[in-house]
């Protein structure tokens, strides 16, 4: 079990190759995948046959036009602001080799792949801790002044709403004073569909304005397809010219368009589905208020960030635990900035979150009874 274990929690999970090894299957609370939209994905393939077999059966549109003039119309922008990629992930690595980075300054905790981007293609890191004391949120007059100390660093990579933490770390005045300083600014708004309002707080308005604003967007969360790879990055014209330039040719698929124009005309619907997740979020923070062992930390996402508050058990022993019963949580101890005091789980459907409570409840009971 311990190889088993350093060996698929570096990245959130792999649930095939962990089901596959413990021959049952497994409840992925890991995964920050919104449950409520797969009804929509299945009506999609009982209803589209022939045209999805017309979408796989032909070299995709290499441009992503259609799919890139859906998304310009709901954000208000042109299509010259949008590039499509495969999957958020692809963009990521895509921009610092792109834009030749030098030195990049990440806030941390947050998802690893800006760090892996980076060392790709030997660029220098500088990290800014967001503190548990300050909610993981920066004091910005000290990000700030940090910045203007630092002449080298070239871009800033920041996830709003964070992941893990769950929080907006920034607004649209900070943003802009980010901007102010130059350097690129690499905002990942993978987690921003689970707002209420969300075009309140994204910035991507002001990618017309400053060339140096990236924006980075996702439909593996919100819209739950993390199989068909898709994500989307918005800038400034001039910037998506210089990034494109080094986009591989058909990066996304005829299958992954067909399904997104289809989920965009449906988003309104799938809206409905942020006051379920906000109700069953609220049951487990009414859960974890209570608790003298466990703190969540306030989210605007579909997940939570747990802190453990007890020597006795870790976040390793309690993964473990969890997998006993049939469930697989995220284990935060190699996120940069936390340790193994710290967990993480996705909202999911109310018979699954009720589950959870429970075997956490059963996890705990024997804990005690030792």
């Not at 441009?63 to 495969?86: F, H, M, V």
């Not at 190699?334 to 589950?355: C, P, Q, V």
Request: proline fraction near 4%; aromatic fraction near 12%.
């Amino acid at each position: 079990m311990q190889d088993l274990y350093s060996n698929i929690f570096n990245h959130g999970g792999n649930l095939s190759s962990l089901e596959k090894f413990l021959n049952r299957k497994i409840l992925d609370f890991s995964s920050n995948i919104n449950p409520y939209a797969l009804p929509y994905i299945k009506n999609f393939f009982q209803k589209n046959t022939n045209s999805i077999a017309e979408a796989i059966s032909k070299y995709p549109d290499p441009e992503a036009k259609e799919l890139t003039q859906k998304l310009a119309e709901y954000w208000d922008i042109t299509p010259e602001n949008i590039l499509c990629g495969n999957g958020a992930t692809e963009l990521i690595y895509l921009v610092p080799k792109a834009l030749n980075l030098k030195h990049a300054l990440i806030l941390i905790p947050t998802f690893s792949e800006y760090e892996r981007a980076l060392k790709l293609i030997n660029a220098k890191i500088s990290f800014y801790l967001l503190e548990e004391s300050k909610n993981f949120v920066p004091d910005w007059e000290n990000l700030i002044n940090f910045l203007k100390s630092q002449n080298s660093i070239d871009s800033i990579f920041i996830c709003n709403p964070n992941n893990p933490t769950g929080n907006l770390i920034l607004d649209l005045e900070k943003i802009q004073k980010l901007l102010s300083l130059n350097a690129f600014a690499i905002i990942d708004e993978s987690f921003m569909d689970f707002l209420y309002k969300e075009k309140k707080y994204t910035a991507i308005k002001l990618t017309q304005i400053y060339q140096n604003l990236i924006i980075i967007r996702s439909f593996t969360k919100f819209f739950g397809i993390p199989g068909l790879r898709l994500g989307y990055l918005i800038s400034h014209p001039k910037t998506i010219n210089k990034i494109k330039n080094f986009l591989m040719p058909w990066n996304v698929n005829g299958l992954a368009q067909a399904l997104a124009n289809y989920l965009l005309e449906y988003k309104i619907q799938i809206d409905e589905t942020k006051k379920i997740i906000a109700k069953e979020k609220e049951k487990f923070l009414n859960y974890f208020a209570s608790s003298k062992i466990f703190k969540a930390f306030s989210s605007v996402t579909n997940f939570l960030l747990i802190k453990i508050n007890t020597p006795y058990i870790n976040s390793e022993a309690l993964t473990q635990k969890f997998l006993k019963n049939g469930i697989l949580i995220r284990d935060c101890k190699n996120f940069r900035g936390l340790n193994n005091k710290f967990f993480r789980i996705a909202i999911k459907t109310s018979e699954e979150n009720t589950l959870f409570l429970k075997i956490l409840e059963n996890i705990l009971e024997k804990l005690q009874n030792g």
